[in-house]
């Protein structure tokens, strides 16, 4: 029964991904993802956090900060849905990076050509 549990997780968190996510998970993050799914189901997600912080504190900020981090969340966001405080790590930011080179600068070239 246990191994069937973990199958059936397995394969839930497989699609889940396909379908969701740009990337493939690597084998480390299907397996923290697979431990996590035991653990930590209750967790935050970091762009729950972060919306949600912004819009608590949005009297504290200049108008164009705040604006400045909702758009760095909304591109956050379109890199990926949802992200975990445990996703965040170097590969996650070295992917985003690239990201953010290739694909959002092919989205600027392509803006500036219209």
């Excluded at 968190?13 to 299907?30: A, G, K, R, S």
Aim: net charge positive.
């Amino acid at each position: 029964m246990i191994l069937e549990a973990i199958d059936k997780k397995s394969i839930k968190l497989l699609v889940n991904n396909f379908i969701n996510e740009e990337f493939p998970l690597t084998l480390t993050q299907f397996k923290e993802r697979l431990l996590s799914l035991n653990h930590n189901s209750d967790e935050k997600s970091f762009t729950d956090y972060i919306l949600g912080y912004l819009e608590e504190n949005k009297a504290k900020f200049k108008t164009e900060t705040w604006f400045g981090y909702k758009s760095q969340i909304t591109k956050i966001l379109k890199f990926k849905k949802e992200i975990y405080f445990s996703d965040i790590n170097e590969k996650f930011i070295n992917d985003y990076k690239q990201y953010m080179l290739y694909t959002l600068e092919i989205m600027k070239i392509q803006l500036v050509k219209v």
